[in-house]
């Protein structure tokens, strides 16, 4: 596509409830990077992935975050039994090999009443 | 581990003037990348510039410029000319990993031009 494409833009959910945050890369890009930005903060890094393999998963708070990307192309960040401390910006990027420049999409607002 | 400093909430500059924005960080790396982004109303997030450590000259994209100081661990962002679209947050961000864009951001500023 055009560019990285998240879904949905907004989500509210309930506490306790699971939410499937999705994000479609850039075709052709190698790199997909999850990241979580709270209201008047930088954005804090998540994970990433190289095609379907996840690199470094360092950045997930605690085991109720996960995320795939089965095919090396569209990735899904799942947080289970959400909580209202989940409630963030959770921005996407990818990034073509050899390159420095990452690519952000519009990300997608997670509130959790 | 790398941390990255933005001391200034925020600042202000009145439209075609120039603005400087603040960012140190601290590595144990030689060699890194420091990027600025540039966060409009619209939550986008926009590459702004970068600069790779290895190199001495001073990046610069049109009317954007860094002063990039290794030693000092200091990579200021200049702003020259300001236009009312420059209004936004502002990010300054690391990464050691060539290829693969773990970046760590500071906590922005917010910039507001002055007609």
């Known amino acids: 596509g055009a560019g990285v494409s998240q879904s949905p833009r907004y989500k509210v959910t309930k506490r306790g409830q699971d939410v499937a945050l999705r994000c479609d890369p850039i075709?052709?890009?190698?790199?997909l990077y999850w990241y979580r930005q709270a209201l008047g903060q930088g954005p804090e890094f998540l994970t990433y992935?190289?095609?379907?393999?996840?690199?470094?998963k360092s950045g997930l708070p605690n085991d109720r975050f996960s995320a795939e990307r089965p095919e090396g192309s569209i990735s899904t960040l799942t947080i289970q039994r959400t909580e209202q401390r989940d409630s963030a910006m959770y921005r996407c990027?990818?990034?073509?090999?050899?390159?420095?420049?990452?690519?952000f999409g519009q990300g997608t607002r997670l509130t959790v009443v | 581990a790398q941390t990255v400093t933005q001391s200034q909430p925020e600042m202000s500059v009145q439209e075609a003037e120039t603005v400087t924005l603040s960012c140190t960080y601290d590595?144990?790396?030689?060699?890194?990348?420091l990027f600025w982004y540039k966060q409009p109303p619209s939550r986008q997030m926009i590459l702004v510039i970068r600069?790779?450590?290895?190199?001495?000259q001073n990046a610069t994209e049109n009317r954007f410029s860094v002063n990039f100081q290794k030693a000092a661990k200091s990579f200021s962002l200049k702003i020259s000319d300001s236009q009312l679209g420059d209004a936004a947050m502002y990010f300054c961000?690391?990464?050691?990993?060539?290829?693969?864009?773990?970046?760590?951001f500071g906590t922005g500023t917010r910039l507001t031009i002055i007609p």
């Open positions: 075709s052709g890009h190698v790199s």
């Open positions: 990027a990818s990034s073509f090999p050899g390159t420095t420049e990452a690519f």
């Open positions: 992935f190289n095609y379907e393999a996840q690199q470094d």
């Open positions: 961000a690391y990464t050691f990993n060539f290829g693969n864009e773990k970046l760590t």
């Open positions: 600069q790779e450590a290895y190199k001495q």
């Open positions: 590595t144990s790396e030689s060699d890194y990348y």
